[in-house]
């Protein structure tokens, strides 16, 4: 079946340093992958998607690239904020019926100012 | 911009007893769903419904649970009979009109469910 494996955290990085949270996936079909984040107390959000090879999502200066031929999606930032640290997670999800994301452990992200 | 609420945010209930969490999806919203996390761990599908009817469902999805969509609004999920084990953070979500893998989830700030 389809699953989601990320690099286990806590990441723990200063304000201004590189990001990158791995993310690798298996799945049949072409599933569509996205990052979403949950903040203290709140739900996931959705922070970027890509739904075939070769995309590249971005936002609010995220970026992950859809590398099929190495089954990944990893999730980078130039420079974090303290308003970063957040729990991140990696998901999948496919039209093989049922309408289900399937989402990987989640990485917990601290930046210190 | 819209969004999805649940109530209540914090539910204790004793082993054993029924518990109904709702929810009210984003209005234009067809695709709904419940998922689960334990103690700020992997966050796990329970259920999809779309058109009136269970998509899908997980194993953890057993006959304790049940969902419904008793109006033109809310969206319900029922525990009959409480265990300890389902103590988590239930989160509803809803999607827009589902073009082959691409649907973003909309979630809730989830409810706490608590079973002592």
Redesign the interface.
Known sequence: GNSVTQMEGPVTLSEEAFLTINCTYTAT????L?W?VQYP??????LL?A?KADDKGSNKGFEATYRKETTSFHLEKGSVQVSDSA?Y?CA????T??????????TRLFVKA | EPE?TQTPSHQVTQMGQEVILRCVPISNHL?F?W?RQIL??????LV?F?NNEI??KSEIFDDQFSVERPDGSNFTLKIRSTKLEDSAMY?C?S?EE?L???????????TRLTVT
């Open positions: 079909g072409y599933p569509s996205f979403y107390g709140e739900g996931l959000q959705l998607k739904t729990v997670f999948l999800s496919d039209n019926g049922g309408f289900k994301t399937i989402f990987g452990a989640g | 999805v695709y769903y998922y700020g761990q992997k966050v796990e599908f999809s779309y998509s899908e989160f979500a999607s589902v082959g893998g691409d649907f973003p989830l909309h979630f809730g700030n989830g």
